[in-house]
């Protein structure tokens, strides 16, 4: 049985969830994050499929178009740069003198990580749903979702949600300045960004950026994303799932000690 503690413990993460959503989020930069991997799915993916010509990509034992490839692959991106939403609620609050103010109301620091990442994880979902319905024209003839896949996919997108988000709030943590914080993630999410498979596939590039692939987390959240989209489970997915699951551990666990020894 629930002590009233944990009640509580919910109640009080509840209220932050919902403060963040309703006034510590730009309602600008949610609207870029679902603007940008549309226009990139309908600009570069016919662009670029223009360029590769009917060849198929393989995913599994099922080939598509490279623009199925991208829309999937933009699904699991949008985690990532949607992730700088938890680096920046504690920056702004901190800049405002917030902060301060939630630590001296009924709230701690870990509930306080634990609602950031809340927030971000139903931000990245239902951004997720939004760019999945836009882009479904792209991938209809290609998509195959099934009960057993759906669960791959949405475990790739909460899982890479903590990742990012414990990564952003370990940086801001970190960090002196805003505008140190920014130059650090943006520099590092381009590195995360294009040495992964959200863009092209592993397969057929140079042995040593290839290996690099599979040093990048987004690369298991893009792999297991268009796993659970196309239906291609295999004993390689749940590998995957495996290492999502302990890097996300690690770094939420990172993230809470580094928030607990931040000054108020």
Do not use: C
């Amino acid at each position: 049985m629930k002590s009233m503690n944990d009640y509580i413990m919910v109640y009080s993460i509840l209220l932050l969830v919902y403060r963040n959503i309703v006034a510590a989020i730009d309602k600008m930069f949610l609207i870029w994050q679902i603007a940008f991997p549309v226009v990139y799915i309908f600009v570069a993916g016919y662009a670029y499929s223009a360029l590769i010509g009917d060849q198929g990509i393989a995913i599994g034992s099922l080939t598509v178009t490279y623009v199925s490839f991208l829309t999937a692959g933009m699904i699991g991106f949008n985690v990532m740069n949607g992730s700088t939403i938890a680096g920046a609620i504690i920056w702004n609050d901190k800049r405002n003198g917030m902060f301060q103010q939630i630590l001296v109301m009924p709230f701690n620091k870990i509930q306080y990580v634990i609602a950031n990442l809340i927030t971000l994880i139903l931000i990245g979902l239902g951004s997720a749903a939004v760019i999945m319905l836009i882009g479904f024209p792209t991938i209809f003839h290609d998509i195959n979702v099934t009960p057993w896949s759906i669960p791959y996919t949405v475990y790739a997108l909460v899982a890479g949600s903590i990742f990012f988000g414990s990564f952003t709030i370990i940086l801001s943590t970190r960090m002196k300045s805003s505008e140190g914080y920014n130059v650090i993630s943006n520099g590092l999410f381009l590195f995360f960004a294009f040495v992964s498979s959200a863009f092209y596939p592993a397969e057929g590039l140079p042995q040593p950026l290839a290996a690099a692939f599979y040093v990048n987390p987004l690369t298991y959240i893009v792999d297991i994303t268009r796993a659970g989209i196309f239906a291609q489970i295999d004993m390689f997915t749940n590998v995957e799932v495996l290492i999502l699951g302990l890097l996300s551990s690690a770094v939420f666990l990172i993230a809470t000690r580094s928030m607990i020894k931040m000054e108020g």
